[in-house]
Nanobody, 128 residues
Framework: QVQLVESGGGLVQAGDSLRLSCAVSGGAFSWYHMGWFRRAPGKEREFVAGVSWSGGATGYADSVKGRFTISRDNAKNTLYLQMNSLKPEDTAVYLC?????????????????????WGQGTQVTVSS
């Protein structure tokens, strides 16, 4: 059974940077589109960033565009999220997700219904 384990969260100040990692084991990684979502207190889970199986296509929520960068290392079965210029409103639990089905197609997923496997999440707290 595939497992996704996030790491790299923490407490930082506004303007700081963090790099999240998501290690995937027990299942394929290279053939799947991947994504990052977040869940803030009292809010629904929302899409943050997505990446195609090859890393060639990426997409972002408007709220993080220009500040966050999603990437992947297929040799290491690891997904990353580089977060710069963090704001208090970025405070949330960040979760990584693997596409529901393997795909060699272009593009990336943005809807949580397209993802079939999820990690437990890592907490990011940004103080003002």
């Amino acid at each position: 059974q595939v497992q996704l384990v996030e790491s790299g969260g923490g407490l930082v100040q506004a303007g700081d940077s963090l790099r999240l990692s998501c290690a995937v084991s027990g299942g394929a990684f290279s053939w799947y589109h991947m994504g990052w979502f977040r869940r803030a207190p009292g809010k629904e889970r929302e899409f943050v960033a997505g990446v195609s199986w090859s890393g060639g296509a990426t997409g972002y929520a408007d709220s993080v565009k220009g500040r966050f960068t999603i990437s992947r290392d297929n040799a290491k079965n690891t997904l990353y999220l580089q977060m710069n210029s963090l704001k208090p409103e970025d405070t949330a639990v960040y979760l990584c997700a693997r596409g529901r089905e393997a795909s060699r197609g272009g593009g990336y997923y943005t809807h949580d219904s397209d993802f079939g496997s999820w990690g437990q999440g890592t907490q990011v707290t940004v103080s003002s």
